[in-house]
């Protein structure tokens, strides 16, 4: 029989409000890599940088996230409302013609700090809730579906043409594209070393750094490793690339 906080989880993740957001509630999970990486042995295997572990349980207040990345078109309202810069692909400033339901790319993280704001006082993820909304319930698990390998039917990767419109691949936990389609951009500054003494609760990354943090994987990648649900990236805060986009959070204040 489920649980009553199973039951809890599993309809808030079902329960997108009205702004198109989804609610994670708060509680503890846990966070790093928890299956084996065989390369990771391999004494020839240039050495990884094993920046998942440890894994740790950890625990998050309740917030919001968008249910789907951000599209082109939302981004151009923002765009026209603000007067901010457009991406740099798009042509004298306007949205390529077709385009609007496909995620936004070639977005800064100052880009996208700015558009979440700009939308509904909305923030990025922190990396630890960004891991958190893509595991929902299971722990442990590679991707957010379980340990299954990934296939065509499940995300957009291993593609050499771009990404492809939001949400054309079923939700998983009442989000699109968590897995593949555009890299999302998470508010923490990178630590390689930064599970092992973060903060038990509501941990915010490092205080300052070089890169900022990227999860999720995107429509370029191939798998299995970058499209997993602990798998970290990252970039300078000023990138912009077609592999790379945004999706907004908001703390949960009731």
Known sequence: MA????LLLAVSLLAADPAGMVLIPGGEYLRGRAFPWSDYEVAWYPNPVKDDSPTRKIALDPF????REVTNSSYAAFVKATGHRAP???RQGQMPEGKGS???NNVSWDDAVAFCAWDGGKRLPTEAEWEHAARGEPEGKMYPWGDREITAQDA???????PRPVCSKAKVGGLC?????VWEWCADWYGQKYYAGAPAK????PESGQYRVLRGGSW?????LFLTIPYRSWARPGERSPTIGLRCAKSETH
Not at 177 to 181: A, L, P
């Open 3 to 6: 649980s009553f906080a199973g």
């Open 64 to 67: 919001w996230i968008d249910a």
């Open 88 to 90: 740099h692909h798009w």
């Open 102 to 104: 496909y995620p936004a």
């Open 156 to 162: 957009v990767f291993n593609q050499v043409d771009g």
């Open 177 to 181: 594209d968590i897995i593949g389609n």
């Open 202 to 205: 509501n941990p915010l990354g």
């Open 220 to 224: 370029f990648d191939v798998p299995p």
